[in-house]
């Protein structure tokens, strides 16, 4: 409803909408104009008969609540080429335990196992326009000297 409403408003920025979206919401109209985010086959479903629809890739590297899994990641891409009317633009995961200096190797565990996904998805012929992984806490453990 707030992506439809911002582009009334004639909003020229690109809205990536972040949050899960009901299916129904998707026969509004087969042409979307907002990406979505895309982190199993019940949410890849209601996309497959748009047009164009702009989707990010959403990967699981240790929350354990949504996202592709590693041992997923290559049935996916196969699934998902299946559907060239989609757009992947990118491909991005959020850190788990990130604010706990302790957990140091299994923060670096997350960003190997999201390095991995991405060799898989560039083996299937997919490349992403953005790469993104991190939180705020993670970001600075991952890049503190």
């Not at 104009?33 to 990967?59: E, G, M």
């Not at 996202?67 to 633009?89: D, H, P, S, T, W």
């Not at 788990?96 to 012929?125: C, M, N, W, Y």
Request: proline content about 4%; overall charge positive; hydrophobic content about 40%.
């Amino acid at each position: 409803y707030e992506a439809y409403q911002l582009e009334k408003a004639s909003l020229k920025t690109p809205i990536l909408i972040i949050r899960y979206t009901l299916p129904k919401n998707f026969q509004v109209s087969k042409r979307l104009n907002f990406s979505f985010p895309v982190y199993d086959q019940n949410t890849l479903a209601p996309l497959i008969n748009t047009v164009h629809a702009k989707i990010h890739l959403k990967i699981d590297t240790g929350i354990n609540r949504l996202g592709i899994l590693l041992r997923q990641a290559r049935n996916f891409a196969q699934l998902l080429k299946k559907y060239r009317c989609l757009k992947v633009e990118s491909i991005y995961a959020h850190l788990a335990k990130t604010s706990q200096p302790q957990e140091k190797k299994f923060l670096q565990k997350q960003i190997k196992t999201f390095q991995k996904v991405i060799s898989i998805f560039k083996e299937e012929g997919f490349h992403f326009h953005w790469k993104h992984c991190a939180t705020t806490a993670g970001a600075m453990q991952v890049f503190d000297p």
